[in-house]
């Protein structure tokens, strides 16, 4: 490791021993106290690199300023991480590994429990050749997503600070909650932040840039049935849990999550509950491009029109909730985010890709506020369990992009 990474890597190591996980079934904010804590003392360490006006606030959003060095012109660029970490694995007694100068060979996470990682698997190990892999030790997640990305943008404000002849306009920071639930970033009070626009850097492999994801909403079907005796039910009864099996059936194979990707959307009957009386089917729908996004709810309404005919003794209710769109349009329609960091990308000779999340971004919501915020990746690989890694070399890429936005900003 150079002395940049170990810097990096030393901060990395002391945020992971502080375990952060939040918790989709809490109904406080945060989820979890220990990422109030968490912001506390990361808001001590972030008055020691530079930043001032360094907050805690209601909530535990820990942000600061690093103040412009110089009268030139420049926006105020924000840099987003989150503090927690998901509660699908354990995330306690964080035992980071390094696996020193990568050969391209597999890389053995714990021999024991006969753990590995290999390049005929993890096809992006072998863009790492040479770097420092960091592992767990198979019994946590590593905890990469995000506490890395923490890591990088506070020692680029260290670095910043320390080296003042690179001028750069304001730069805030925020180190954000429960990212892992979606519930966190609705509290971040964006206009208090003060930023023309932002990023996330929470993204994973080299290159991978997220400037847009699915259009979503909720979808709630209502069956009302009619019901009697079975034995003299011909012609008479209504059955809520054979119409809502038949709905679900009735949808189309293609657009199913497990028959689709990229850029293909997909509906998702994720809860069935009910019986004679009355069933509710509840859903999801997500797909990137809003004119397909409404075809497939008309053809979901559609769908519906015909069990109703089909079923005329019941009664079936469609209902739709908004819950985000994509950011790829305003990102378009406020480029200056997009255009400062491709630049970026191509003055440290990253090959990029352009890519449209299968999910939601706490960006794409800031976004949809009012705040431009694409996604920069941070240098980690198979988030959210014991395979997790991260290539310091990647990392520092990120680091090295980070500073290029704040430099180039300034014109
Ligand atoms: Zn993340």
């Not at 360490?45 to 420049?74: I, R």
């Not at 698997?121 to 770097?131: A, Q, R, S, V, Y």
């Not at 850029?263 to 009355?278: A, H, P, T």
């Not at 395979?387 to 500073?403: A, P, R």
Request: aromatic share 8%.
């Amino acid at each position: 490791m150079n002395s940049l990474q170990q810097k990096i890597y030393n901060r990395f190591v002391r945020y992971v021993s502080v375990d952060t996980t939040s918790d989709p079934t809490s109904s406080i904010t945060p989820t979890t106290p220990s990422q109030i804590s968490f912001a506390h003392t990361l808001s001590q360490e972030m008055k020691t690199v530079g930043f001032t006006e360094v907050e805690v606030d209601e909530y535990g959003f820990v942000t600061g300023l690093l103040p412009a060095n110089t009268n030139q012109k420049a926006p105020v660029i924000g840099f987003f991480a989150h503090m927690d970490t998901v509660c699908d694995f354990n995330g306690k007694n964080i035992r980071p590994q390094i696996h020193a100068d990568y050969d391209g060979g597999s890389i053995t996470i714990n021999a024991d429990k006969k753990m590995f990682l290999s390049p005929q698997t993890d096809h992006n190990l072998k863009l790492c050749i040479g770097d420092d892999i960091i592992t767990t030790d198979g019994n946590s997640l590593l905890a990469g997503d995000d506490k890395i990305g923490i890591a990088t943008i506070m020692t680029l404000a260290e670095y910043l600070t320390e080296h003042p002849e690179i001028k750069h306009g304001p730069i805030k920071a925020a180190f954000t909650i429960d990212e892992e639930t979606g519930t966190g970033i609705t509290f971040f009070d964006i206009e208090k932040f003060g930023a023309d626009f932002a990023y996330t850097v929470d993204g994973s492999t080299l290159g991978e840039i997220d400037c847009g994801n699915f259009n979503a909403d909720t979808v709630t079907i209502h069956i009302t049935g009619k019901t009697c005796h079975p034995g003299s039910a011909k012609g008479f009864m209504a059955n809520p849990v054979r119409i809502a099996a038949d709905i679900i059936s009735s949808w189309p194979e293609d657009k199913l999550p497990e028959t689709t990707e990229g850029e293909e959307g997909f509906v998702l009957f994720k809860d069935i509950e009910g019986g004679l009386d009355k069933a509710l089917l509840k859903g999801i729908v997500r797909e990137h491009d809003l004119a397909k996004f409404e075809q497939f709810k008309t053809l979901l309404q559609e769908l519906i029109e015909q069990k109703r005919k089909k079923y005329p003794a019941a009664k079936i209710e469609i209902e739709f909730k908004k819950q985000y769109r994509n950011m790829r349009d305003i990102l378009k329609e406020r480029p200056q985010a997009m255009e400062l960091l491709e630049e970026a990308l191509r003055e440290n000779h990253v090959q990029y890709r352009l890519t449209q999340a299968r999910g939601g971004t706490d960006g794409a919501q800031m976004t949809l506020r009012g705040l431009p915020t694409p996604n920069i990746f941070a240098g980690y690989e198979n988030p959210h369990g014991p395979y997790e890694w991260i290539s310091m070399g990647w990392v520092e890429k990120t680091f090295h992009i980070l500073e290029s936005i704040a430099k180039n900003a300034v014109k």
